[in-house]
């Protein structure tokens, strides 16, 4: 399984992409160890719940929506990508063989873990889902709100996006 993902599914988004306007595809990948209280996708958590893809059927498929959808963003969600790091890192790599592909990475790590695990990425949203630090997700023209406080993003140079898991425009 070093060179397959257990990918659950691929869609079109224009709310996990962080800006007013752009439409991605997310992808979700099972597998994470967080183990966050009150997660929101729970089923994810265990990857061998999940048939793997050859990274190269992946990156296919992802190219395919990525042109049917007329976009060049993709964002990484699960479960926790970089649960899967050398594999993502993997398809990441051959994207942008392929064009000129962007990501942006949902992770539980906090940033100083997760820019050590992978590259390539131009935002990258990290923090774990607290429960106490809860606030109703949403999207406007004006900002981003993430479903918790202590969430943040980054861009790819590592700056600081976010104030109190909010994220404007």
């Known amino acids: ?11 079109m988004t224009f709310m996990d992409w962080p800006s007013p306007d752009d439409a991605a595809v ?28 050859d990274i190269d059927h992946v990156v296919d498929i992802l190219i395919k929506y990525c042109k049917k959808y007329r976009t060049n963003k993709v964002v990484l969600s699960g479960g ?3 649960y899967h790091n050398k594999q993502v890192q993997m398809m990441i790599d051959q994207m942008k063989k ?15 873990e997760a820019r050590n695990l992978i590259s390539g990425y131009d935002f990258i949203k990290t923090g774990v889902f607290d429960d106490d630090q809860y606030q109703e997700s949403e999207k ?8 918790s406080k202590n969430q943040k993003f980054y861009n790819s140079k590592g700056k600081l996006l976010t104030k109190n898991g909010i994220l404007k425009f």
Do not use: R, W
């Not at 597998?31 to 061998?48: A, I, R, V, Y």
């Not at 406007?140 to 479903?147: G, K, N, R, S, Y």
């Open 1 to 11: 399984m070093d060179n397959s993902l257990p990918v659950v599914s691929a869609k």
């Open 26 to 53: 997310i992808v979700y990948i099972a597998g994470c160890k967080h183990n966050c209280k009150n997660c929101q996708s729970p089923d994810l958590q265990n990857p061998s719940d999940f048939p793997y893809s």
């Open 80 to 82: 926790d990508p970089l």
């Open 98 to 112: 392929n064009g000129d592909y962007h990501f942006c990475i949902y992770t539980g790590f906090e940033f100083e």
């Open 140 to 147: 406007t023209d004006e900002h981003m709100v993430l479903a």
